[in-house]
């Protein structure tokens, strides 16, 4: 009997998202039933704050219980998402400010380098200074956190500009909301997952050069993802890379799932050296 209750502790985990999901969608439509009753503006702040978080905060409570190997603290994955996103949304506003004055213009693909970088700053400190940098599966969850930290502030900012654009209309606002809160798992939280998992297991590697090699070519695939997303300007060019985006980040939470949950007898280093997308075969 005693073995079954972590089992079953898994598998309730395994399903967390769901309630996080149902209450986080009743209190936004709460706020904004009470919204369009009474008109008051002092609760456009609670809508728009509710709206930005509901889709990205779901998602990272989904991938924390996709692997019961996870060993990071809420008050951990918490301080990720807002230092992350914050340090990193106001890196790449300074970077991208600068390179628009330096060159008179802002390309694409500095776009992608820009934000993609600003956002591993957090994570390699967090490599650098704590003690989580043992498990590499904690690298996959702590970048889809940031990814999410950057996303919702983010979403928070266009959401403001569009209902300020609008002359107040709540609909403009409510439906971008909820269109970059859908495509948030398939852009920056995948991407920084993606690469801050990289880390991880470059560090798992003891930084050999097969370890490096996944870090490089993991960046330069999630660079060049955000590119062609930021340069797709059509609905089925996000749906196609927003698909392998996603897709890439599922396959590699599976895999970490494999390779620190493997059973009695499996050696320890097919226990903590998942295959990274970008590492050389």
């Not at 996080?20 to 809508?47: K, R």
């Not at 390309?107 to 956002?119: D, F, M, N, Q």
Request: aromatic share 8%.
């Amino acid at each position: 009997m005693e073995a079954s209750s972590p089992i079953r502790a898994s598998r309730a985990r395994r399903w967390t998202w769901l309630p996080v999901l149902v209450v986080g969608t009743g209190l936004f439509i709460a706020v904004q039933q009470a919204l369009l009753v009474t008109g008051n503006p002092t609760l456009v702040p609670a809508l728009l704050v509710l709206g930005a978080l509901l889709i990205p905060v779901t998602f990272v409570v989904y991938i924390d219980g996709r692997n019961p190997a996870y060993d990071l603290p809420l008050s951990v994955l918490l301080s990720c998402a807002l230092l992350g996103g914050v340090l990193g949304s106001t890196a790449a506003s300074v970077l991208e400010f600068d390179t628009v004055r330096r060159l008179g213009d802002l390309p694409t693909v500095y776009i992608g380098l820009i934000e993609e970088a600003t956002k591993l700053l957090v994570p390699i400190a967090m490599l650098i200074f704590t003690r989580y940098r043992r498990n590499p599966a904690d690298g996959l969850l702590i970048g889809v956190a940031v990814g999410m930290g950057f996303a919702v502030l983010e979403t928070l900012g266009y959401g403001f500009v569009t209902l300020l654009a609008s002359g107040g209309d709540l609909s403009d606002a409510e439906g971008l909301l909820l269109l970059r809160g859908i495509l948030s798992p398939a852009g920056n939280a995948a991407w920084t997952g993606l690469a801050t998992a990289a880390l991880w297991w470059a560090h798992a590697q003891r930084w050999r050069p097969r370890g490096l090699a996944a870090v490089i070519g993991t960046f330069l695939l999630v660079v060049v993802l955000h590119t062609f997303w930021d340069a797709a300007g059509i609905w089925y060019g996000y749906l196609i890379i927003g698909f392998i985006s996603l897709a890439l980040l599922l396959r590699q939470t599976h895999r970490t799932v494999l390779t620190t949950v493997a059973p009695a007898g499996a050696s320890s280093s097919r226990r903590i050296h998942p295959e990274m997308p970008g590492e050389p075969g």
